[in-house]
Structure formats: structure tokens, C-alpha cells
């Protein structure tokens, strides 16, 4: 158990290059289930989540190897010797799920516990389950685990009653080995999607359209190894990007798709703070003062959901009333309660937050709720007058790269430790 402790009031400055993003890894890693030869992932972030994936996969019967310092991870699923998706490890994160897609191609056959994660409203799998049912699959739900079998899967026309993100993922991956063609209407068309689908067909797999919300896949006999890099993280380059804003700083962030950052870069301009994009190249200067804003979480292109919390920090420091509507997931508004134990003057009615601003910030001892809740409070620890105490650091971890030796690396005072040297 450890905490975060922040020393706040510096502003950040210098330049950081953005890591493998967590969603789009996830869903690449189990795709190499659709194959017996052996892939090989590089850009691999080295946070909790991959390292749960990378039990799952070896549980399932896969040789993998997570070369952490270089971030690539080997892994060859030559034979998969079991269907079953261990309840502990189920029970750790959503992705957990995306094995499902891929097994039921592979082998005809997958039980999986419904899946844990953050605890950020309701996050039903129908969108996967009625895919794969559609497919031809046979599906028992019995004590929270879906049962799923398919001697051989049938492409099919498939409307999505939400675009769900892992359940267009795990659609996609199963029709890769089905008989004809399957057509997916309604699909998610984040950039992880599209990063997947890029993967599938490097591997041999016949897609057209993803990253709209229209994809057709051909299905074809097999799949072979491949060698792919997996895509910058758009949220983990939010993140920095609004501390850097945040702290009135100007930090460079490189090595990261600057169109994915569109739905930020709009927002953060219209906030006041400056932003300069280069070919790979993402520069923001933050400036005070900083306007209000109105701000509405969509699928993407939308605003991220993921970067709600931590927008919602900078929000506090802009002068007069913001109005932030989170409207992808039911119930992830609860870190305002943490930020206001800091001094910000959030209320919460339904999916919206009214923030007053701007409130200077002072240092509390708060709890991470979730990954997104910690980092928000990481980012109101670094404008925060005094200390900061940030327990239940584990969230964080499941998604940020040693997010703590990331800040300092561009100024910031922020320190991990022991849960009990904390109270001492
Ligand atoms: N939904 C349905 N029916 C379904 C599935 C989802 O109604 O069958 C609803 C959910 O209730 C929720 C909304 O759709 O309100 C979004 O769910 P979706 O399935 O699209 O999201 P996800 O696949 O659970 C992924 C990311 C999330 C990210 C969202 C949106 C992964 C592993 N997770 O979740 O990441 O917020 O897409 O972009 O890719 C995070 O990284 O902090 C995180 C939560």
C-alpha cells in the first residue's frame, strides 16, 4: 500500500515523451490468441493493467515474455490450452473481457466471469454478448459468467445499440476467423479501435473502415505473427497536458498523434492556454487567466471521459461558472467529492458538475477512487498551497507509467511511499 505525496505550486516545464496507450495495448495483446505464431508488441507501458493481461494470457496456455525496461512484450499462443478466464483475475480490470472475441475464433469456446474495473457506473457486456450470439455462438449466463460456445462462427450484419469500445474490439476480432462477411453499424470509433484493426490486418485479417462507425471484416482461414508498435496514449497525454496548463508551465509532449488530441486541444484553447502543435509535437503554455467553459464527455471524436476529472481540476482555476456533463459512463462524478475536500467549489446534480472558479487549492489528505479520480487529484495536488497525501495509489498505477517519477521529471514535487512512513 502506497501513497502519493505532492508538494504543489511549481509550475512544470520541459519535455516528455507520451507512452503506449493502455487501451489500445490491452485489446492488441489479446488478439495474439488469434494466432499460433508468435507476435511481438513494442511500446508495451509497463503499468498494472499489462501486467494482468500478460497472467491472463499465460493462464490461457500462452508463452509471453514482458521485457519491461525495453516495454516489448513477446508472445506466442502456438497452443491455447484453456477457455476459462480466472474469476480473480476477471474480477481485476473490463479488458479482462477482450479475451472473449478472440477465444470463441480461435477455439470455439470461452467462460467468462462478467468483468471488474473501475467502479465508474454501470458497464454491461450485452454489446459483445448479442455480437457473439449473432455470429452463430451459443451463450449461458449462469452465476455472473457467461458461457459461450461456437463450432464455427457466420458473418452477419450486426447493429450495436451503443458503440460500445471493447465490445467493437472484441466483435471485430471474433469475425476475423468467421465464414463471410460480418458488417458492424454503430461501432466505436476510437482511435485504440482503429489502432486494433490496423494490428488485425497486419496480421492478415481483411478490415475496411475502422475508426468509423461502419466496419466490414472478411473473414479469412488464419492469422500469422506480426511485429506492431502500439499507438500513443491520447489520455496519458492529456494528462501531462493539463498539468502543464494547470500549472500556468509549458511543457513539449512528443511522440504522440496530435489529431487524437483534437477534442482537448479545442477545449484547452478555448480555456485561454496556449497550444502549438508540430508533426508529433504537442506544446502547451499555460496562462492565467483562464475562461469558464461548458464541456460534454461523447464517444469519440467527443471530449474523453477519461480526461473529465482531470479537466474538471484545471475548471477550478477558471474564472466563473463551468459546466462539465459527463455523458458515457452513469456515475463518474464521485472524485468531485475529493477535490472539494481540497477547497474546490464543485456541485453535482445528475451526470453534471457546476464548478465556481476560480478557488485556490489547498493540501488534504484524499483517496483515489478510481484511476481518472487519481490522477485528477494528482493535478489539484500540483496547485495545491501545502502537502498533499494521495492514498489507494494502486488506480493509478493500473494506468500511468510511474506517473510520480514522470512529473518530477519536469519539475514537479512529488514523492511515493509507504502507507504507514505517510502517517509518521
Ligand atoms: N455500454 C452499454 N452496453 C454495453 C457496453 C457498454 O450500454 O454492452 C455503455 C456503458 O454502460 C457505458 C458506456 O457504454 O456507460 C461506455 O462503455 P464502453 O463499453 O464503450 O467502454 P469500455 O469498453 O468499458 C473503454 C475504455 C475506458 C473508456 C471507454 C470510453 C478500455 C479497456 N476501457 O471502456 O477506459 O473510458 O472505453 O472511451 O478500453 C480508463 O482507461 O480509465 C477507462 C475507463
Redesign the pocket.
Known sequence: MEKLIVHGQRPLNGEIRVNGA??AA??ILAAALLTRDECVFENVPDIE?IRTMVLLLERLGCKIHFDRARHVVKVQAHDVTGCEVPRDLASK???SF?VSGPLLARIGCVRAPHPG??A?????????IKGFAMLGANVVQDDGTYSVEAPRLVGQRIYL???????TENIMMAACLAEGTTIIKNA?A?P?VWALAECLVAMGARIRGAGTSLIVIDGVRELHGISHRVLADR?EAGTLAIAAALTAGDVTLTDLNVAHMDPLTHKLLETGVLVDEGTNQYRVRGRRPLRAVEVQTL??PGF???LQAEFTVLLTQAVGTSIVHER???NRLQYTEEIEKMGARIRVAGQTATVEGPTPLKGADVRAL???CGAALVLAGLIADGQTVISDVHHVDR?YERLDERLRQLGASINRVAAQEAVA
Open positions: 493502455k487501451n490491452l485489446p493493467d480490470m473490463r479488458a477482450l474495473g473501475c465508474i457506473g454501470r458497464r454491461p457486456v450485452n454489446v459483445d445499440d451503443y458503440p460500445s469500445h471493447t465490445g466505436s476510437e485504440e489520455i464517444h469519440y474523453p471521459t477519461d458515457v459512463f452513469d478510481d484511476l481518472r494506468g
